[in-house]
């Protein structure tokens, strides 16, 4: 995406010309490379880039690539990410927290899932009491 450059630059309140004088790359070299995708740009231009921001070269490339993360749930099947979770109230329990840490920016993997599972059959003790400690310094009664 082109203009993803520019509304970076815009943000760190730093013109191309800037990012040119950092990083002695030439403006028209930047300014070409920036109406181009980032696909063609070279490793010279994406650090140019990274330098004048003050970034690292994987931090600017890791804001210039579309996300390709999918979640993916099937509850027809008890699927999350491709872990299947046979027991149908640990699956909504787990897929509740899933969607709702998704929401806030959490991208878990299949290994996330599996462990969330495996919390879910088998608590780690240490956690339970964490969790227990903080419900009660609140009052809040569980079932245990």
Avoid: C
């Amino acid at each position: 995406m082109p203009t993803v450059i520019l509304g970076i630059l815009n943000n760190a309140n730093m013109s191309m010309k800037e990012v040119s004088n950092i990083s002695n790359v030439p403006f028209s070299t930047l300014n070409n490379a920036s109406k181009k995708p980032i696909e063609t740009w070279s490793i010279r231009v994406l650090n140019a880039f990274a330098e004048g921001l003050k970034m690292k070269p994987s931090e600017l490339l890791e804001k210039l690539q579309p996300s390709t993360y999918k979640l993916e749930i099937d509850d027809k099947n008890q699927i999350i990410q491709g872990v299947y979770i046979p027991d149908i109230e640990n699956y909504y329990a787990i897929r509740t927290v899933v969607e709702i840490e998704h929401l806030e920016g959490w991208n878990p993997t299949n290994t996330d899932i599996r462990y969330l599972h495996k919390q879910a059959l088998d608590p780690d003790p240490s956690l339970v009491k964490e969790v227990d400690d903080v419900l009660k310094e609140y009052h809040v009664k569980t079932r245990r």
